[in-house]
T-cell receptor, first 109, second 116 residues
Framework: GQSLEQPSEVTAVEGAIVQINCTYQ??????LSWYQQHDGGAPTFLSY????GLEETGRFSSFLSRSDSYGYLLLQELQMKDSASYFC??????????FGSGTRLLVRP | SAVISQKPSRDICQRGTSLTIQCQVD?????MFWYRQQPGQSLTLIAT?????????ESGFVIDKFPISRPNLTFSTLTVSNMSPEDSSIYLC?????????????FGPGTRLTVT
């Protein structure tokens, strides 16, 4: 089976850097995706890592270590609008996405 | 990216009744997915709907309770049948990415269902 673990909640200050971790156990692994969901909104795709290393997209970066079954999402220069839930997810061979439990990020002024 | 709409956006229903949720995409897609999300919780996949074939249901979800239609490449419906308060949740449809990527899905705005 598949399981993904994330911290339930993270709090950070505006302008700071925050890292949201994700550890996974999967029967087959293709890569790790990250999604953002604001309260009352739909999940939106942020990034995908198929290979080890860091992928940077503006203020957001995502990292993957396949040997450690671990990845993280790094948010820099935090803004109030970054307060949201963040989900890691893995696709399986049936084109399904398996989502992690989600991390609620609260950005304080 | 695909633009997805859902109807209704929210509804309050009585137990024992059924509700059909519609999902419309602005482009043709092969795979559509239906999820359930309890407030503050993660997304749980209900089923995968491919045009021209029966939907594939995940463990814990059955066709009699959640019948799905996929009449064409831009539209799908999910029916929540014989509802109970435990069915109160947000129901989301999604589609695969433009190049058929499984890892990048686009989601509709969701249908917030309350069963009384």
């Amino acid at each position: 089976g598949q399981s993904l673990e994330q911290p339930s909640e993270v709090t950070a200050v505006e302008g700071a850097i925050v890292q949201i971790n994700c550890t996974y156990q999967t029967s087959g692994f293709y890569g790790l995706s990250w999604y953002q969901q604001h309260d009352g909104g739909a999940p939106t795709f942020l990034s995908y890592n198929a290979l080890d290393g860091l992928e940077e997209t503006g203020r957001f970066s995502s990292f993957l270590s396949r040997s450690d079954s671990y990845g993280y999402l790094l948010l820099q220069e935090l803004q109030m609008k970054d307060s949201a839930s963040y989900f890691c997810a893995v696709p399986d061979s049936s084109y399904k996405l398996i989502f992690g439990s989600g991390t609620r990020l609260l950005v304080r002024p | 990216s695909a633009v997805i709409s859902q109807k209704p956006s929210r509804d309050i229903c009585q137990r024992g009744t059924s509700l059909t949720i519609q999902c419309q995409v602005d482009s043709q897609v092969t795979m559509m997915f239906w999820y359930r999300q309890q407030p503050g919780q993660s997304l749980t996949l209900i089923a995968t709907a491919n045009q021209g074939s029966e939907a594939t249901y995940e463990s814990g979800f059955v066709i009699d309770k959640f019948p799905i239609s996929r009449p064409n490449l831009t539209f799908s419906t999910l029916t929540v049948s014989n509802m109970s308060p435990e069915d109160s949740s947000i129901y989301l449809c999604s589609v695969e990415g433009a190049e058929g990527e499984a890892y990048e899905q686009y989601f509709g705005p969701g249908t917030r269902l309350t069963v009384t």
